[in-house]
Structure formats: C-alpha cells, structure tokens
C-alpha cells in the first residue's frame, strides 16, 4: 500500500472515530435535556447509530409501589413482545428486571 493511500485510509478512520463521538456526545445532550420519558425516547429513537438500523427502545418505569415495572416500546418490536411483555413483577426472572433491582437495593 503506498503512502498515500496509508494517509487516506488513516484519516477515513479518524474522521469515522470523529464522528461516533460527536454522535454520542449529541445522544448524551438530548438525554441529559430530556425531562420526561417521551422526550427520551424521542431522543434515544432520533440518534445515529452505527448499524443504521433503527433503535428498538425499551423503557420501563417502576410503579409508585416499586413492585411492578411498565414497559414502553418504540421501534420494530412486534406485537407478542409488547403484549406479553407490558408489565413484570420486580420479582421476574428477566432482563430488564435484573439490571433495575440493584438501583433499588
């Protein structure tokens, strides 16, 4: 490969690293402005990711009892996801449980 052609690939690399920084550092404004759930997921389904794909969003909420959590949806999730997953006990066994429950402790 020739100099050159070393350069152009190099800076193709860096401006690509540039810009998935800047597409970050706009994602994490929008969250940090955000100041209720839809403006979350407006700002979370409004960013540029890598794959180009839209984002699916799952955002779940821990009702005023903190023994169920709500799900909302956005993006390809199709309809047996959302309907069997709209509402779950803090004491399921699935993912989205598991990550919230230490936050509570």
């Known amino acids: 490969m020739s100099a050159a052609a070393r350069e ?6 860096s401006d690509a690293r ?9 994602l994490d404004a929008a969250l940090q402005a955000a100041e ?8 979370l389904q409004g960013a540029v990711y890598a794959s180009g794909d839209p984002p699916i969003i ?13 799900f909302e949806y956005s993006g390809p999730v199709t309809a047996e996801i959302r309907d069997r997953y709209h ?3 803090m004491n399921t066994p699935i993912v989205p449980v598991d990550v919230i429950k230490p936050v509570n402790r």
């Open 8 to 13: 152009r690939a190099s800076r193709r690399s």
């Open 18 to 26: 540039a810009q998935k920084a800047l597409n970050f550092a706009q």
């Open 87 to 89: 509402v779950a006990s």
């Open 36 to 43: 209720s759930t839809v403006a979350i997921v407006d700002a």
């Open 58 to 70: 799952c955002l779940g909420l821990l009702d005023a009892e903190s023994k169920n959590l709500r």
